[in-house]
């Protein structure tokens, strides 16, 4: 052990001026280490120096920082031109302001017209001519033209049809001729007792007649007039009774014909059926408004009533 180690092994007390004679003993030879004795702590006068010393680091470090700042600011920026002289500001300005009264004086000619700074003299205007006021004379005769105008007339296509087969004649005549591709209703000519057009009417009676009426007796066989299609059966329940319509196509016209108050039951087509000119419809019957057994004939040319006597006359072969 060493002498200090002795001493505090004794129990020997030191005082404050041997311990700190003992540190500066210590800090002359730093070799020597002391066990057991803890190490002193900083005076206060050390304390504040040192904090002095940290601080005054920490001042030196800001302003390097800004030095090197300011020299990469100025490094960044471009190199100033060299300044104007005041003659140059003083000529650029007013070549600025000799530029604007130019466009000024531009703007003036050229929205102000040529004449609006010069008035002629009224002594010089030019004055207006005389001129003769035209004059119209209006002689007391008149003379009437006369116009002459080509002459016409103008009717529906029911009225020409009416015209072509009207029943002109009362004469109801006819031949019949079985083996013609146009027949009459009837193998043999039956009596006709009200024709197409105007009569007296009776109390359930039409004033105009649209059909053509044969009277040859009840339950007399009927026949298709020609090759046609049954469009429309009717077996009672109108005017017309048992009724028959059957559409043909003569001289390229579409031609319907009807055959009314036959008997009930008696109808011997079908809707749809075709049939050959002569093939027998049905038989002579008194249904509907009928005032006695009679066959009820109509023909209507492209939808228009004519006669059927007229029709028969002209087509039947």
């Given at each position: 052990m060493t002498g200090v180690d002795s001493e505090f092994e004794a129990g020997a007390p030191l005082t404050r001026r041997e311990l700190r004679n003992r540190e500066e003993a210590a800090?002359?030879?730093?070799?020597?280490?002391?066990?057991?004795?803890?190490?002193?702590p900083p005076s206060g006068?050390?304390?504040r120096g040192a904090k002095l010393k940290s601080k005054e680091h920490k001042e030196s470090l800001k302003a390097q920082a800004r030095a090197r700042a300011e020299r990469q600011s100025a490094?960044?920026?471009?190199?100033a031109g060299p300044k104007k002289s005041l003659k140059r500001r003083i000529a650029s300005k007013a070549m600025s302001l000799s530029a604007a009264v130019a466009a000024g004086l531009m703007l003036v000619s050229t929205t102000i017209p040529a004449n609006a700074f010069y008035q002629e003299p009224l002594n010089t205007a030019p004055t207006a001519q005389a001129v003769e006021i035209q004059a119209l004379t209006v002689g007391t005769e008149t003379?009437?033209?006369?116009?002459?105008?080509?002459?016409?007339?103008?009717?529906?296509?029911?009225?020409?049809?009416?015209?072509?087969?009207?029943?002109?004649?009362?004469?109801?005549a006819y031949a019949v001729n079985p083996a013609g591709t146009i027949q009459w209703p009837f193998p043999y000519a039956?009596?006709?007792?009200?024709?197409?057009?105007?009569?007296?009417?009776?109390?359930?009676?039409?004033?105009?007649?649209?059909?053509?009426?044969?009277?040859?007796?009840?339950?007399?066989?009927?026949h298709s007039i020609a090759d046609g299609t049954v469009v429309d059966i009717s077996n009672g329940g109108s005017a017309y009774g048992v009724m028959v319509i059957v559409e043909h196509l003569v001289n390229g016209q579409s031609v319907k014909s009807m055959y009314a108050h036959m008997s009930y039951g008696s109808v011997a087509v079908a809707l749809g059926q075709q049939i050959g000119v002569g093939t027998i419809i049905g038989t002579?019957?008194?249904?509907?408004?009928?005032?006695?057994?009679h066959l009820h004939l109509e023909i209507h040319v492209e939808g228009v009533p004519v006669d059927p006597y007229e029709w028969l006359q002209a087509n039947a072969n």
């Open positions: 800090r002359k030879q730093p070799s020597r280490r002391l066990t057991g004795i803890p190490k002193a006068d050390a304390f490094a960044s920026r471009p190199p003379k009437t033209v006369a116009v002459e105008r080509d002459a016409y007339t103008a009717s529906s296509l029911a009225d020409q049809i009416r015209a072509k087969y009207g029943s002109a004649a009362r004469n109801y039956a009596p006709i007792t009200s024709g197409f057009g105007p009569r007296g009417g009776c109390g359930y009676c039409s004033t105009y007649h649209n059909g053509l009426d044969f009277t040859p007796g009840a339950g007399t066989p009927i002579v019957g008194s249904t509907g408004a009928s005032t006695g057994a």
